[in-house]
C-alpha cells in the first residue's frame, strides 16, 4: 500500500512540478495531440519562435478571442466559468470557461479527453505554470503549441501556412483570422475565411483594439 501511495504522489504532484520546471527554460518537444494527429495522417507542421518573434498583434487578438482577463487571473476565471455553466444549464450552446493558461496546461501536458481525471490534472498543472512559469512564458508555449489547422502547430507554422509570412509580420487582421479559427482549427480556415469567420474576425479586430487601448496585454508585451 506505501509503494502505491508513494507512486501516486510521483505520478500526480512530483511528476507534474519536475516537468513544469524543466519546460520553464527548454520548448515543450510535442504533445498528446500532434502524436495523435501525426497517427492520423494529418503531417507535422512547427516552428518554435520566441515571444519576440511573434507578432503582438497576435497576442492581442488571442487575448480578445479566447481570454480577455488572461493579465488579471490567476489561472482561473470565475466569471466565465460561472457565465459558461448558466449558458450550458439553459440549454444554450455548449461554452467552455477556460482560460489560456487552463488551455496551456491541457495542451502541452495531457491527452485529448474529458475525463475527472484529467480536469483534475488539468487545475494541477495550470496552478503550477502560473506560479512557476509567469504569464509571459505561458503566452509563449501556448502560442507555439497551439493547433492552427490539420498538422499545423504554433503562431510561425500557422502564419506560414495561412499568409506565407512570418509570425513576426502578421497584420492586425491576419492575427484576429488566427484567433477567429482556434476553436475549431480543422474546420475553419483563416487563409480562405467564410462569410462567419470574416464576421468573427472582424469583431475580434475590435476587441484586440480595445485590448490593446486598455493595457491587458501589459504582462506579455
Same mark, same amino acid.
Given at each position: 500500500?506505501?509503494?502505491? &501511495?508513494?507512486?501516486?504522489?510521483?505520478?500526480?504532484?512530483i511528476g507534474p512540478v519536475v516537468v513544469?520546471? &524543466?519546460?520553464?527554460?527548454?520548448? =515543450?518537444?510535442?504533445?498528446?495531440?500532434?502524436?495523435?494527429?501525426?497517427?492520423?495522417?494529418?503531417?507535422?507542421? *512547427?516552428?518554435?519562435?520566441?515571444?519576440?518573434?511573434?507578432? =503582438?498583434?497576435?497576442?492581442?487578438?488571442?487575448? @480578445?478571442?479566447?481570454? @480577455?482577463?488572461?493579465?488579471? #487571473? #490567476? $489561472?482561473?476565471?470565475?466569471?466565465?466559468?460561472? /457565465?459558461?455553466?448558466?449558458?450550458?444549464?439553459?440549454?444554450?450552446?455548449?461554452?467552455? $470557461?477556460?482560460?489560456?493558461?487552463?488551455?496551456?496546461?491541457?495542451?502541452?501536458?495531457?491527452? =485529448?479527453?474529458?475525463?475527472?481525471?484529467? /480536469?483534475?490534472?488539468?487545475?494541477?498543472?495550470?496552478?503550477l505554470i502560473e506560479v512557476g512559469w509567469?504569464?509571459?512564458?505561458?503566452?509563449?508555449?501556448? !502560442?507555439? %503549441?497551439?493547433?492552427?489547422?490539420?498538422?499545423?502547430? $504554433?503562431?510561425?507554422?500557422?502564419?506560414? #501556412?495561412?499568409? #506565407?509570412?512570418?509570425? %513576426?509580420?502578421?497584420?492586425?487582421?491576419?492575427?484576429?483570422?488566427?484567433?477567429?479559427? !482556434?476553436? /475549431?482549427?480543422?474546420?475553419?480556415? @483563416?487563409?480562405?475565411?467564410?462569410?462567419?469567420?470574416?464576421? *468573427?474576425? $472582424? /469583431? &475580434?479586430? *475590435?476587441?484586440?483594439?480595445?485590448?490593446?487601448?486598455?493595457?491587458?496585454?501589459?504582462?506579455?508585451?
Open positions: 500500500m506505501r509503494n502505491v &501511495i508513494v507512486a501516486g504522489l510521483v505520478v500526480f504532484f513544469v520546471a &524543466i519546460y520553464r527554460f527548454v520548448p =515543450p518537444p510535442v504533445t498528446f495531440l500532434m502524436i495523435q494527429r501525426t497517427i492520423e495522417g494529418r503531417g507535422f507542421e *512547427r516552428q518554435w519562435v520566441p515571444m519576440s518573434q511573434i507578432s =503582438p498583434t497576435l497576442v492581442r487578438a488571442v487575448i @480578445a478571442a479566447e481570454d @480577455a482577463r488572461f493579465c488579471e #487571473h #490567476h $489561472g482561473f476565471d470565475v466569471g466565465a466559468i460561472q /457565465k459558461a455553466m448558466a449558458a450550458n444549464e439553459q440549454g444554450k450552446t455548449l461554452r467552455g $470557461g477556460s482560460t489560456i493558461s487552463q488551455q496551456t496546461a491541457k495542451n502541452v501536458f495531457l491527452w =485529448p479527453s474529458r475525463d475527472w481525471i484529467r /480536469k483534475g490534472l488539468e487545475a494541477w498543472f495550470t496552478v509567469g504569464k509571459e512564458r505561458i503566452m509563449e508555449v501556448y !502560442l507555439n %503549441s497551439i493547433e492552427w489547422g490539420p498538422g499545423v502547430y $504554433g503562431a510561425e507554422a500557422a502564419a506560414q #501556412h495561412s499568409f #506565407h509570412v512570418h509570425a %513576426s509580420a502578421l497584420t492586425a487582421a491576419q492575427a484576429a483570422r488566427l484567433a477567429a479559427i !482556434l476553436p /475549431k482549427p480543422l474546420s475553419w480556415k @483563416a487563409a480562405a475565411p467564410g462569410p462567419y469567420i470574416q464576421r *468573427r474576425s $472582424g /469583431k &475580434i479586430t *475590435r476587441n484586440a483594439g480595445v485590448v490593446r487601448r486598455q493595457g491587458l496585454t501589459a504582462c506579455v508585451i
